[in-house]
């Protein structure tokens, strides 16, 4: 069935590194929508980005990600993180453009450090 | 801009009672609902998508007997517990879509529920 992984848990790092969150995607539709979704503390999770088009970098927020449907691929880069970034990202796959259904990774808990 | 509404936003309830949720979308018509649960320490499962002119669809390990869905119309969703237990304990949280796929989903901030 439809699938996404997160690699990583917890991910943490020192503020103005680069960041790179993964997210692969297991789907048998050839036009998949892909989303990252980030949640703050004690908040509703907010779309950060998203994507259906294959090798098109999409930005937002100072975050880009680029879908490669060779690789099943959605990760989350930003050149430098910021300590406000801490928050709970999530990679979420709709696997058609017909489909109503979203389904989320288990979430990486980026944490940034002074 | 598109706002959904969920209400309470907080409940605790006895173990073995029952507890209604509410989502209202506010600046667009939510064609399809849908009701997620995250649970302690765990990612968003899916409940149950409500789409116009569907029935509802549950997923595995979620039944219309333990959640029903209602689904009136484009601007209202309710789901209950029924017999809440400890495991059904968790945030719950409504994603209303005003179309197909690839149409942003719109989150409440979710009914916290506490189960005694």
């Known amino acids: 069935g439809d699938s996404v992984t997160q690699t990583e848990g917890l991910v943490t790092l020192t503020e103005g590194l680069p960041v790179m969150l993964n997210c692969t995607y297991q789907t048998i539709y050839s036009n998949p929508f892909l989303f990252w979704y980030v949640q703050h503390l004690n908040e509703s999770p907010r779309l950060l980005l998203k994507?259906?088009?294959?090798?098109k970098r999409t930005e937002h927020q100072g975050f880009h990600a680029t879908l490669h449907k060779s690789s099943s691929s959605f990760h989350l880069q930003k050149s430098s993180a910021q300590l406000s970034d801490s928050a709970l990202y999530y990679c979420?796959?709709?696997?058609?453009?017909?489909?109503?259904?979203?389904?989320f990774g288990k979430g990486t808990h980026l944490h940034v450090l002074p | 801009g598109a706002l959904v509404y969920q209400y309470p936003r907080r409940t605790i309830c006895k173990s073995g009672t029952s507890m209604r949720m509410e989502c209202q979308a506010v600046?667009?018509?939510?064609?399809?609902v849908a009701w997620y649960r995250q649970s302690p320490q765990k990612t968003f499962e899916l409940i149950a998508l409500?789409?116009?002119?569907?029935?509802?669809?549950?997923e595995q390990n979620f039944t219309q007997e333990k959640f029903p869905i209602s689904h009136p119309n484009l601007s209202f969703s309710s789901m209950t517990v029924l017999n809440a237990y400890l495991e059904d304990r968790g945030l719950y949280l409504c994603g209303a879509r005003p179309g197909q796929g690839g149409d942003t989903q719109y989150f409440g901030p979710g009914t916290r529920l506490l189960v005694l």
């Open positions: 994507s259906f088009t294959d090798n």
């Open positions: 979420a796959l709709s696997p058609d453009t017909n489909a109503y259904k979203v389904i």
């Open positions: 409500s789409t116009v002119n569907s029935a509802i669809k549950y």
């Open positions: 600046g667009f018509q939510a064609t399809s």
